[in-house]
C-alpha cells in the first residue's frame, strides 16, 4: 500500500478520525465496494471520478421521478 503524501489524504484522514494508512484503505475501499469508476490519483492527491453520460432519456426519467415524489409530499400535506 501506497503512503499518503499529499495534504488531501492527510487531511481526510483526519477529519475521519483514521491514521493516513486506515484512511486510506478507508477511501480505497469505498470506491471498491461502490463500484464507483473512480480512482486515486497520488501525484496530484485528488479522487478522478468518471461519471458515464447519462442520456437525455435517462435524465427526463429522474427529473420527473423527483417530481412525482414532491407532488405527494405536498398532497398529503394538504390532505391533513
Known sequence: MRHLLTPFFRDLSKRLGLSEEDGEKWIVNLIRDTRVDAKLDYKAGTVVMNHP???VYQQVIEK?????FRTQVLSAAVAK
Do not use: L, Y
Not at 64 to 68: E, L, M, V, Y
Open 53 to 55: 453520460p447519462q442520456s
Open 64 to 68: 420527473t421521478k423527483g417530481a412525482f
